[in-house]
């Protein structure tokens, strides 16, 4: 068997098994610090919504995740979270669509956070 040089798993196909359901929230360990607080992850790739879940369980933080920016301007309408992480292309309505609910609803006084940072980044046409 000659040996192969390389990354070890070019050519091979990896696979996991990811929850069935499309809101899956990594609990925190039993006996951890309270966490510092809430994120919700918007996010319609599987494996995305594991890989940020569980670096943000890392750092001690709680997590949430949505699966379409529809859900998350509905969410977002009813409880509160520390900060939003926004996929920007996602089925039903695209992040920045979202995000532009979700800012029109604070400023009608709705429940979204008040405390935003606003990166100004913009696609070009919008």
Avoid: W
């Avoid at 609990?27 to 995305?48: C, F, M, V």
């Avoid at 594991?50 to 920016?69: H, Q, W």
């Amino acid at each position: 068997m000659a040996l192969r040089r390389g990354h070890p798993f070019r050519g091979k196909r990896m696979t996991s098994t990811l929850p069935s359901s499309p809101e899956y929230q990594v609990p925190l360990t039993t006996g951890a610090p309270p966490p510092k607080g809430r994120i919700l992850i918007a996010e319609d790739n599987p494996s995305n919504q594991l890989v940020a879940s569980y670096m943000l369980e890392s750092i001690r933080y709680a997590s949430e995740v949505v699966t379409t920016g529809a859900e998350a301007v509905e969410i977002l309408s009813r409880e509160s979270f520390d900060l939003v992480l926004m996929d920007c292309q996602m089925p039903e309505m695209d992040g920045f669509e979202a995000t532009e609910n979700i800012r029109k609803t604070e400023k009608e006084g709705g429940a979204a956070n008040p405390n935003h940072r606003d990166d100004g980044l913009r696609p070009q046409g919008r």
